[in-house]
């Protein structure tokens, strides 16, 4: 089944122990996304990738690291993370970049920082 | 990249058709407008696209007028499952990197 997978799905810590939140397709896509969710600010880009070892900043990149050494894994990496990290995270993926490709999105993962 | 300005919610009942409106002012030439649909507690999916005049899938229905600064997405005979925010997005498809979704539009369909 073609899909978006994201681990793990709901996700407790405490301020500046680093954590990684892992994305995965199995579609062969070449654009890969991550986006945080938060109540009133809507759905607002974190990263993105157009291909193995190519990323670059979307609108919300700081205290966040992402890495592509492969075309299929997209992880999300925050180094040191604070209480204003917590929000609903989503990984995204299409054929390629630009408006007409559909974005596939994974389950979500949501992320509570104490 | 075209910013994009949505109403933040909308209520309606079942069965009715319901309009959605996107206002994007400042699109360009080669943008393009996409519409897509996001349950609570999951990912976006896409809906509808379009450059100008109209566009029908079996899912919606998509009017942008002629100087094409605003769009209007149509859902007809809407139902409890249409409840979602949907997002309108505009971008030129030979350079659009960067999704910018905003905070859509929040419908809230009643029995």
């Known amino acids: 089944e073609a899909q978006v997978t994201q681990n793990p799905r709901y996700l407790i810590t405490v301020t500046g122990k680093k954590l990684t939140v892992t994305c995965s397709q199995n579609?062969?896509?070449?654009?890969m996304s991550w986006y945080r969710q938060d109540p009133g600010l809507g759905l607002r880009q974190i990263y993105y990738s157009m291909n193995v070892e190519v990323t670059d900043k979307g609108d919300v990149p700081e205290g966040y690291k992402v890495s592509r050494k492969e075309k299929r894994n997209f992880p999300l990496i925050l180094e040191s993370p604070s209480p204003n990290q917590t929000s609903l995270y989503f990984c995204?993926?299409?054929?390629?970049?630009?408006?007409?490709?559909?974005?596939?999105f994974g389950p979500g993962t949501r992320l509570l920082v104490l | 990249l075209a910013k994009t300005t949505q109403p933040i919610s909308m209520d309606s009942y079942e069965g009715q058709e319901v309009n959605i409106t996107c206002s994007h002012n400042n699109i360009a030439t080669n943008d393009y407008i996409t519409w897509y649909q996001q349950f609570p507690s999951q990912g976006p999916r896409f809906i509808i696209q379009?450059?100008?005049t109209k566009v029908t899938n079996e899912v919606a229905s998509l009017f942008i007028p002629a100087d094409r600064k605003s769009s209007t997405l149509s859902l007809p005979r809407v139902s409890l499952s249409d409840t979602a925010v949907y997002y309108c997005?505009?971008?030129?498809?030979?350079?659009?990197?960067?999704?910018?979704f905003g905070s859509g539009t929040k419908l809230n369909v009643k029995p």
């Open positions: 579609m062969n896509h070449e654009y």
């Open positions: 997005l505009v971008g030129d498809p030979y350079n659009f990197n960067k999704f910018y």
């Open positions: 379009g450059y100008k």
């Open positions: 995204a993926s299409s054929p390629g970049t630009g408006i007409f490709e559909t974005q596939y």
